[in-house]
């Protein structure tokens, strides 16, 4: 989730029955996030969660996720796909968007690859670097 940028307007967008779960390695922007959230009164809607280097840890099944810059950084991508394929509702989505200053777009097509043998599909991709999987 880094510092939440997304993560404040993804928990209005889910109303006040949804749930977001915010995930990151660092402690310190989790700390971040509780601030923006609770100063923009949304905290109750969202589940702070950090993960460990290798793996997201999280149970919940997911209607949609958003990989925002950062699958480029993940050490194993195989295993990203594969647990988030595990958390991802049947009709669910994987948004995943990357930095063209640091993702190459062979780098990127291949990233995409990675996610079809794991068990996504492309549903849309617009841009170079954008893509929506289910």
Do not use: W
């Amino acid at each position: 989730c880094g510092p939440g940028f997304f993560t404040i307007d993804m928990a209005r967008l889910v109303g006040a029955n949804g749930r977001v779960i915010a995930v990151d390695l660092q402690s310190q922007m989790l700390a971040h996030v509780r601030r923006k959230a609770l100063k923009r009164n949304v905290m109750d809607r969202i589940e702070l969660h950090q993960c460990a280097s290798g793996s997201l840890g999280v149970t919940a099944e997911a209607d949609f996720i958003l990989a925002f810059y950062m699958v480029h950084e993940v050490p194993d991508a195989a295993g990203f796909f594969k647990e988030t394929r595990k958390i991802l509702k049947k009709k669910g989505h994987l948004l995943i968007v990357e930095p063209r200053f640091h993702v190459k777009k062979a780098a990127f097509d291949a990233m995409i690859a990675l996610a079809i043998q794991n068990g996504f599909t492309v549903v849309d991709r617009k841009g170079s670097r954008r893509v929506l999987l289910s």
